[in-house]
């Protein structure tokens, strides 16, 4: 099962309005990562944010992170229509070998309108 | 060079073909991941491979066969494939060992159809 899963699944907005994008998860983690995608090509990183931290900061995102509510949002300030991508949280936990993996959550779809 | 480059872009295969995706990263990087990622999901996480040693294996189908030849280079070695295997292979690339506690770099990704 996915140890993320986004909400909402589908957002539009007004080029300039802010998006929020919500993660939650199941288990424990060290750290939680934002990736972004651009339709049918490869993940471009974001942001990661780790376990002891509860906010952070880079150009208009805006991450935070709530370990007791065990969930993550993603604030895109002043959006633009570049913006227009998927947008995925990805967590790390433990297999069942033991071995630390990312597992990415199901995505919100976002579309900023010019 | 701060990418990782992956070939073909496409490939069309049959259910009898033998191919091979090629993956490329010259960051001195030592983890590098394949995903494969179906339409409008997420990708899953197919094998890892840390400082060149396979270190997960997500119970993928003997049909896929990765290898690393060496810390730069992945390949994933396709064989006898489903239709249902047609998907976007993407490739990633980590600094350090595998593990949560550090970003992956992403490739375009290969878009195979099997036919």
């Known amino acids: 099962s996915q140890q993320g899963e986004e909400d909402p699944q589908a957002l539009s907005i007004q080029e300039g309005e802010n998006a929020t994008m919500n993660c939650s998860y199941k288990?424990?983690?060290?750290?939680l990562q934002w990736y972004r995608q651009n339709s049918g090509r490869g993940l471009v990183h974001l942001i990661l944010?780790?376990?002891?931290?509860r906010e952070k900061h880079s150009g208009r995102l805006r991450v935070t992170l709530d370990t007791s509510k065990k969930s993550s949002s993603l604030l895109i300030t002043a959006s633009r229509a570049a913006d227009t991508a998927s947008y995925f949280c990805a967590t790390d936990a433990r297999n069942s070998g033991g071995y630390q993996k990312v597992t990415f959550g199901i995505g919100t779809k976002l579309q900023v309108i010019p | 060079d701060t990418e990782v480059t992956q070939t073909p872009k496409h490939l069309v295969m049959g259910m009898t073909n033998k191919k091979s995706l090629k993956c490329e990263q010259h960051?001195?990087?030592?983890?590098m991941y394949w995903y494969k990622q179906k339409a409008k999901k997420p990708p899953e996480l197919m094998f890892v491979?840390?400082?060149?040693?396979?270190?997960i294996n997500e119970s993928v189908p003997s049909r896929f066969s990765p290898e690393c030849p060496n810390s730069s280079l992945l390949n994933l070695h396709l064989h006898a494939l489903q239709p249902e295997d047609s998907a976007l292979y993407l490739c990633?690339?980590?600094?350090?060992?595998?593990?949560?506690?550090?970003?992956?770099?992403f490739g375009p990704g290969t878009r195979l159809t099997v036919l």
């Open positions: 944010i780790r376990s002891n931290e």
């Open positions: 491979y840390s400082y060149e040693k396979l270190s």
């Open positions: 288990t424990s983690i060290n750290n």
């Open positions: 960051m001195g990087h030592r983890a």
């Open positions: 990633a690339s980590s600094p350090r060992g595998s593990g949560g506690y550090n970003e992956q770099f």
